[in-house]
């Protein structure tokens, strides 16, 4: 008995250790995109529910503000910003010694005067002779930070970095992109089930051939052929239709599999009365399949929509690289070459990409993992 | 493009679809009831309506490019001189090309078989315990997300400060707590390609362990509950029921997964750009198609080349389908 209370404890404990690794870097990613710029180039993302040791620069005020009370002179002030949170534990006034003197601890500068900091912030400067000094002194200070979540790196990278474009240009090229195929592979999927013709076979087979030919093979004719096309009618060679058009060619095997092993398996009696009643084959499509395919529908859609939601090559191909038309995934892909060390602008980024990806993860995942498992052969 | 104009567009476009199939289809119905034998001439016209745009489009995108990629390799690179076998004897000696050829090989050996062992193991201890239905749902989520979203994640992962810096990328900071050095993992050649194939493995393990759970299921209760009456250990009993029962399952997973890993691009483009001895075949292609240019030469040859790798699995795929339907 013992021994089965350790095998399920062992089991236990295994897969969480999967479950942890495999959700960390994703977890890392999502609190990263919330914090504070300056705190995510200094500290790990584990660290963003601790208080943080932060270093920083103030300065103080000027002569101008300058008060004489008995014969001495003074500048007050506060270096914190307000309601920061921030505590200050430390500080100093020359960078080379950052830590010198604790809070309430007086500095003595070097024409005789003192400053004295307290634990908010607030600074007290002491002189008997009247400050003259234009800019205001350094003042290097350490501070305990609480946590502190922002929505700052979401309004940058939507509004300034252009990935809010970029999402309208995804969401451009992936509707028509997954409808069209959609339309016209059902048609062709019932053809190969259920209608008789020369060489049906051999264009089935055809199909199965195609799922596995990898896009590398198709994209230098077809990029030509974009050429000609786009100079023969003396406009661009990249729009939108082209790569609508580009996508419904390379969906085609795996949206016209999927869909013609379904609308197979449907009961051959119901077809052939129906054939008996005097109904074409279009209106047996319309009226009988069309409705008895919507779950497989569901399954077809979605597994091309995030094909072509998440796609690069054929975005960086037959797109041209402005803000007009990049697609998210090629404008993240720019940012981590221009943009490498700003993680704010990455984690954020990268995470807005994923926002339709993993709500159609959460909200639609049987039909997501049965049209992902059934397609996953796509070429 | 204006917001209105795209719905324009799509709107029309969509339009465009289903009128042709259905105007086409009245005019089918229209024209042949004048004639007299117009059963026999529907039926026999109709399927060509029903596949004639996917079909001219399967020939444009798909069964044309395939024939002009493998004759433009045995052409010069603006495609107009013939050049025989000059582009895959400049391959056979490029130092470039060896190298992705050779990473291309451990992608293939690696990914496909660490993708399948966790995916088995998780879809295995996932089974037997009640929350094994959440676990499975988060090692699935990464397939929903494009390999360059995974990258910018990993790359978080990986970052490197130097060794007086706070570390905030996780397996540096790992590193460093147990006392080591922290490491610029990118750039350690050999090595960073097994954790640039760490990205594809955290990918795809969801996928074999949905089909394996699927599979799983079809096991007979009674076989595994026989060997457990005789003491069979569940280590014992997964190595020597489970694994020979799923061998087929494990060959469509297998297969898979290494059509995807020959065609493994957007992971190195997004980390490396092939830099530090990463490069591999499709960014290599990538590379030459624009490179000094373009060389259509070059890039098809390499097409080519990752086209050889994946003949085997479409034969065995068409044979396999002629047997489903002979059944």
Same mark, same amino acid.
């Given at each position: ?46 660290t963003t529910f601790n208080t943080n040791e932060v270093n920083e620069i103030y300065r103080t005020k000027t002569f101008e503000d ?23 534990? @430390? ?162 095997? @795996? ?125 | ?77 603006? %495609? ?39 995916? #088995? ?40 400060? %130097? ?96 059509? #995807? ?31 000094? %240019? ?14 050889? %790798? ?18």
């Amino acid at each position: 008995m013992n021994k089965n209370i350790l095998t399920k404890i062992i089991i236990n404990l295994l897969l969480l250790l999967f479950v942890v690794v495999w959700v960390l870097p994703t977890f890392g990613l999502f609190v990263s995109s919330f914090r504070d710029k300056d705190l995510l180039a200094t500290s790990g993302w584990w660290t963003t529910f601790n208080t943080n040791e932060v270093n920083e620069i103030y300065r103080t005020k000027t002569f101008e503000d300058q008060i004489e009370e008995n014969g001495k002179f003074f500048i007050k002030g506060n270096l914190l910003v307000k309601n920061s949170g921030k505590k200050v534990i @430390s500080y100093g006034i020359t960078s080379k010694e950052m830590n010198k003197y604790k809070i309430n601890e007086k500095a003595i500068l070097k024409n005789k005067s003192e400053i004295e900091i307290s634990e908010n912030g607030e600074y007290v400067w002491k002189s008997d002779e009247p400050f003259k000094h234009e800019r205001g002194k350094r003042i290097f200070i350490t501070a305990l930070s609480p946590p502190k979540f922002t929505l700052d790196n979401y309004k940058e990278v939507l509004f300034k970095e252009g990935i809010g474009q970029a999402f309208l240009n995804t969401l451009t090229v992936a509707i028509p992109s997954t409808i069209i195929p959609l339309i016209i592979c059902s048609f062709f999927a019932y053809a190969l089930s259920w209608m008789k013709f020369w060489g049906r076979d051999t264009l089935f087979a055809l199909i199965v051939a195609s799922l596995v030919v990898p896009l590398q093979m198709c994209l230098i004719p077809l990029l030509s052929i974009y050429n000609d096309v786009g100079a023969l009618f003396n406009i661009g060679a990249k729009s939108y239709p082209g790569v609508w058009m580009a996508h419904t060619g390379f969906g085609l095997a @795996s949206t016209t599999f999927l869909l013609r092993n379904f609308i197979k398996s449907l009961p051959n009696e119901m077809i052939e009365a129906a054939r008996v009643d005097g109904a074409t084959h279009y209106d047996i499509f319309l009226r009988i399949i069309i409705p008895l395919s919507v779950p497989a529908f569901a399954s077809v859609f979605i597994l091309q929509f995030l094909w072509v939601w998440n796609d690069l090559l054929v975005g960086l191909i037959f797109l041209d690289q402005v803000p007009s038309e990049i697609i998210l995934t090629a404008k993240l892909r720019e940012l981590l070459g221009s943009r490498g060390e700003n993680w704010e602008i990455l984690t954020t980024g990268a995470f807005v990409s994923m926002t339709v990806p993993l709500f159609i993860f959460f909200a639609l995942q049987r039909y997501f993992i049965r049209g992902l498992v059934a397609g996953s052969v796509k070429g | 493009m204006t917001t209105t104009s795209f719905f324009l567009y799509v709107f029309l476009g969509i339009v465009v679809c289903f009128s042709y199939f259905h105007l086409s289809n009245l005019a089918l119905d229209f024209f042949s009831e004048k004639n007299s034998n117009n059963f026999s001439k529907k039926s026999v016209l109709r399927p060509y309506i029903f596949i004639a745009p996917a079909f001219i489009i399967l020939v444009i995108f798909i069964l044309y490019p395939v024939v002009e990629t493998l004759r433009l390799s045995f052409f010069n690179k603006t %495609g107009f001189e013939f050049v025989g076998i000059k582009n895959y004897v400049w391959a056979a000696k490029d130092p470039e090309f060896k190298r992705a050829i050779l990473n291309n090989l451990g992608w293939l050996l690696v990914v496909p078989t660490l993708s399948a062992f966790f995916g #088995l193991v998780i879809a295995y201890l996932a089974d037997k315990l009640w929350w094994g239905t959440i676990a499975k749902s988060i090692i699935f989520m990464p397939m929903a997300i494009s390999f360059v979203g995974a990258g910018v994640i990993w790359k978080f992962v990986y970052d490197y400060r %130097g060794p007086g810096d706070d570390q905030i990328g996780f397996l540096n900071a790992v590193v460093v707590s147990l006392g080591f050095e922290p490491q610029a993992w990118m750039t350690i050649p050999i090595w960073n390609n097994l954790f640039l194939m760490a990205i594809m493995i955290w990918i795809q393990t969801g996928l074999a362990m949905v089909i394996f759970s699927a599979a799983l299921r079809g096991i007979p209760k009674e076989m595994i509950e026989a060997a457990r009456i005789d003491g069979a250990s569940e280590f014992k009993i997964f190595t020597s029921i489970i694994i020979p029962y799923l061998e087929k399952t494990i060959l469509v997973i297998w297969t898979i997964i290494t059509i #995807l890993v020959l065609k493994i691009f957007d992971i190195i483009l997004a980390m490396t750009n092939g830099q530090w001895n990463t490069e591999v075949l499709a960014n290599l292609m990538y590379d030459w198609m624009f490179r000094g %240019g373009g060389d259509s030469g070059r890039g098809s040859l390499m097409a080519i080349v990752i086209m050889i %790798g994946v003949i085997p699995i479409m034969i065995w795929n068409i044979r396999r389908h002629k047997e489903d339907e002979k059944s």
